[in-house]
Structures are given as C-alpha cells and as structure tokens.
C-alpha cells in the first residue's frame, strides 16, 4: 500500500514535470510570437522545483536512490556486514530526524498560510496561494520519514548487505 502511494506521488511529479515544460516552451513561444509573456510563468516554475522534489523524494528514498558515498559503503559491507548494517541505520536515523524537523516546519507554514491567505507572485500581475505547496512538502516530508524509518527498520534486522532497487521495479 505505502509503495503504491509513493509511486503515484512519483508519478504526479513526473506528469508536473512535463505540465511545466510545455509551460515553459508555451511561454517562450507566446514571447517569440506575439511578444506577450503568459503571466506567472516564473512563479509556478519556482514553485513547482520544491514541489516536484517533495513529490518525488519519497519514492527515492524508498529505492536507495539518494546520492551517497557508495565506494566507501561497500567496502564497508564486504569487511564488516555488521557494521555497514549500523551505518546505514544510523544514516537512515539521521535521515528521519532531519525529516522530523521539516515536518514540524512545514506543519506550521501550512498552518500559517492557510491562516493568513498567504500568497506569492506579483500583485495585480499572478499570485497563489502558499498553502498548497505546504500541504505537498507536508505530505513529502512525512513519506520521507516513514521510509526512512521502514529503511532503518529493515537495515536493522537484515543479514545480507542492501541492494539498491532496480528502475521500474516494485516492492
């Protein structure tokens, strides 16, 4: 069930991401042609990159897909099994915590802006309203953090060293 959330997350970021290059090559277009920019452009483009990686990061996480130091990782399993295991828990301890705090951040600016009506864009040109991006790093970041926590979980217990999950590929 989680794993099917998080590909469906992956995917609404995928489809954002073609959404937002056909924005793009639109307003680029309206510019060369009839010299009229499409207004707020910009701002859903600035928007939409943390978006996209809070949609997105779940499922990377999950897979082990995170940039890390993997020559110094796997040579650290081939000598100590046991310790690679504590170092990947506690990496993906750290990664919990660090996940906890954004949480926390972003409850009280989805709080906040839900509140206030807080908005971004140009006035009298394009605004939006702030909250649904919080809402979405909201949702990112607490996914994150249970897949930090099953990775812990299973890094724990597990007796052989951790394979990084194919492209394409489900749990």
Do not use: Y
């Amino acid at each position: 069930m989680f794993d099917r959330l998080l590909h469906a997350l992956n995917a609404i970021g995928t489809a954002w991401i073609f959404a937002l290059m056909l924005m793009m090559c639109s307003d680029i277009a309206s510019r060369f042609l009839f010299s009229a920019p499409i207004h707020g452009v910009a701002e859903i483009a600035g928007f939409s990159v943390v978006a996209i990686t809070f949609l997105q990061l779940p499922r990377a996480v999950r897979d082990r897909r995170l940039a890390r130091a993997d020559m110094l990782i796997d040579r650290l399993h081939q000598a100590s099994p046991r310790v690679a295991a504590g170092v990947e828990v506690v990496f993906a301890l750290l990664g919990a915590a660090v996940f906890g705090a954004i949480l926390w951040a972003a409850a009280a600016g989805l709080a906040h802006s839900w509140q206030t009506d807080d908005r971004f864009g140009a006035q009298q040109v394009f605004t939006f309203p702030k909250w649904p991006i919080w809402l979405i790093v909201l949702a990112g970041s607490i996914c994150v953090l249970i897949a930090f926590l099953l990775q812990a979980w299973r890094d724990a217990f597990r007796r052989a060293p951790p394979r990084p999950v194919a492209q394409g590929s489900t749990h």
